[in-house]
C-alpha cells in the first residue's frame, strides 16, 4: 500500500479538508445537501446545531464505512450505508433526549433530515467505499465544514434581514435602522430566497474561480 | 472470499440488522428513564411557567407544589372525578369520545390569587403542538399562556414557544359576556381585540392550530366554569332540591297525613 509511508496531514490529505471549503464544495459545487440548505436556514442556532451534527454522523459513519469496505456485498451497499447513518442519528438523539435535553429540542425536527442528507450518502458512497479510515475521517470533516459555513452564511443573512436579529438578538433594533423607515424582509423566511441566497453564493464563487463555470 | 455469493449478501445483512437492533433497543432501554423524567420536570417546568413563575427545569421539581395546591380531574358534565391531573395523558384523552374524556385542570396560588391551568393539545403543521393557559379567578381573563411543539419549522411555526407569541396572550378574555368566544390567532389583530393575538408570518397553519386547539380544549371546560360561577351555582342547588325526589315523596307524605 503506498499511502502506508504517507505523512498523517499529507499534501494530499491537508486537500481533503480544503477542497470541499472551496473548489468541491458539496453545497455550491456538488450540489448536495440542498434540501436540508432550504429547510433550517431561517435562523443561525439551528443552522450550527444542524451542522455539528452532521460533522459527527458523516465523520463517523465515513469512518465505519470505509473499515467495512472490503465486507459489504456491493448489491446492499447502499442499504448498509443507510442503516449505519440512521442508527448513528437515532444513537445521537437518544443520548441528547437523555442528557442534553435543552439541545435535543431544538434538534428534534433535523433528525430525519440528517438520515435522508445527500451528502452523507454520497460521500459514503464516493469516498468511504474506496478509501482508508484515516482518509475517509479527513473527508468527512472536510464535507461537514464545507457543508457548514454555507449553512452558516445562507443562516446568517435570512436571519438578519428576514427577521432582524442574529441568534434571535434584535441587532437591528439595538442600531435603531427600524427609526429610519426600515422593515424587515418578510419574503428572507421564506424558503425560495434560501435557495436564492445558494444560488448567489454559487454565483459570486464562478466570478471569483473561473475554472469552475463549465463550457458550453 | 466471494462478497458477492447470495448466501453471504442475505447473511451480511442478518447479522447487520441483528447488530444494530440489539444496539438500539440497549439504547433504548438504558436511557428511557432519564429521558422521561425530563419530560416530566419540563412539563411541571410549563406549568410553572404559564402562571409566570420561571424555574429552571431542575428546579421545577420543588417549586411545583409551591404553586399548585390542587390537580383535578374533570368530566365533560363539569364534575370532579377522582383522579391526579398531572397523571392524565392529554394525548390519549382526545382519541376518546367527548363525553369520555378526564379533563385535567391545575389550581395554582399566585401572590395570593387563584389561577385555573388548563393544558392544552392540538395539531400544528408537522405534529402535535401543546400548551397550558391560566386564567384568571373569574375564569375569563387570561393570567398567562405558554405553548411548545414537536416539530414545527424553526423560525416560522416554532416561534409559538418565545414569548413575543406567548405574551400578546395576557389579559386577553375568552367570554363576551356570557357567550364564549375564545382566543384566536390572526393576521395583524388589533390591540384592543380582547379575543384575537397576532399570528406568525409564515407560520399560518401553526397560528391556525393554535387557534383551534384553545378553542376546542376551553369548550369542554365550559359545564365546570358554569358550575364555579356562583349564581348558576345557586339555581343547580335549588334545582338539585327540587329533584330530590326523596324529599319531594316526603313532603307529599307530610301533607297527605295533615289532610287525614
Known amino acids: ?216 | 472470499m466471494d462478497v458477492n455469493k447470495n448466501s453471504y449478501t442475505l447473511g451480511f445483512a442478518a447479522i447487520m440488522v441483528i447488530i444494530v437492533a440489539a444496539l438500539l433497543s440497549i439504547a433504548a432501554i438504558v436511557l428511557k428513564e432519564p429521558q422521561e423524567r425530563n419530560v416530566e420536570l419540563e412539563k411541571k417546568q410549563n406549568i410553572l411557567q404559564s402562571v409566570g413563575v420561571e424555574v429552571s427545569r431542575e428546579e421545577s421539581e420543588t417549586v411545583y407544589y409551591n404553586f399548585i395546591k390542587e390537580e383535578l380531574v374533570i368530566d365533560s358534565k363539569g364534575e370532579i372525578n377522582e383522579g391526579i391531573a398531572f397523571d392524565v395523558d392529554l394525548a390519549k384523552e382526545l382519541k376518546k369520545d367527548i363525553s369520555e374524556q378526564n379533563l385535567p385542570l391545575y389550581i395554582a396560588e399566585v401572590d395570593g390569587e387563584t389561577k385555573y391551568i388548563i393544558p392544552l393539545r392540538g395539531k400544528g403543521l408537522w405534529g402535535p403542538i401543546w400548551g397550558f393557559i391560566a386564567l384568571n379567578e373569574d375564569l375569563n381573563t387570561v393570567y398567562g399562556a405558554i405553548f411548545d411543539h414537536k416539530g414545527e419549522t424553526p423560525g416560522l411555526g416554532a416561534e409559538i414557544n418565545t414569548g413575543n407569541f406567548q405574551i400578546p396572550f395576557v389579559g386577553k378574555t375568552i367570554f363576551e359576556g356570557i357567550e364564549f368566544i375564545s382566543i384566536s390567532v390572526i393576521k395583524s389583530a388589533e390591540e384592543d381585540n380582547m379575543h384575537a393575538v397576532n399570528g406568525i408570518s409564515g407560520g399560518t397553519i401553526t397560528s391556525n392550530g393554535v387557534s383551534d386547539m384553545i378553542k376546542e380544549r376551553l369548550e369542554r371546560y365550559l359545564p365546570y366554569f358554569e358550575n364555579q360561577n356562583p349564581e348558576t351555582k345557586i339555581e343547580k342547588e335549588v334545582e338539585i332540591i327540587f329533584s330530590d325526589s326523596t324529599l319531594t315523596d316526603s313532603l307529599t307524605k307530610i301533607q297527605e297525613e295533615s289532610y287525614e
Open chain 1, 1 to 216: 500500500m503506498s499511502n502506508k509511508k504517507e505523512a498523517l496531514f499529507s499534501k494530499n490529505n491537508k486537500k481533503l479538508i480544503s477542497d470541499p471549503l472551496n473548489d468541491n464544495n458539496p453545497i455550491t459545487i456538488q450540489v448536495l445537501g440542498i434540501c436540508s440548505a432550504l429547510a433550517i436556514t431561517v435562523q443561525l442556532k439551528p443552522a450550527i446545531v444542524m451542522a455539528i451534527s452532521v460533522l459527527f454522523v458523516l465523520s463517523v459513519a465515513n469512518v465505519l464505512i470505509s473499515l467495512m469496505r472490503h465486507l459489504i456485498p456491493s448489491r446492499i451497499r447502499i442499504i448498509v450505508q443507510l442503516v449505519v447513518i440512521a442508527t448513528l442519528v437515532i444513537l445521537v438523539d437518544q443520548v441528547l433526549k437523555a442528557y442534553v435535553y435543552d439541545v435535543s429540542k431544538e434538534l428534534s425536527v433535523f433528525v430525519g433530515l440528517i438520515i435522508t442528507n445527500c451528502i452523507i450518502m454520497g460521500r459514503l458512497e464516493a469516498f468511504g467505499m474506496a478509501n482508508g479510515p484515516w482518509k475517509s475521517f479527513l473527508d468527512g470533516l472536510g464535507n461537514s465544514f464545507g457543508y457548514a459555513w454555507i449553512l452558516i452564511a445562507v443562516a446568517f443573512f435570512r436571519e438578519l434581514l428576514g427577521s432582524g436579529t442574529l441568534f434571535g438578538y434584535p441587532v437591528l433594533e439595538k442600531i435603531g435602522l427600524y427609526n429610519l423607515g426600515y422593515e424587515n424582509n418578510g419574503m428572507m423566511i421564506l424558503p425560495p430566497m434560501a435557495l436564492i441566497t445558494v444560488g448567489i453564493i454559487i454565483w459570486i464563487q464562478r466570478i471569483k474561480n473561473k475554472d469552475l463555470v463549465e463550457s458550453k
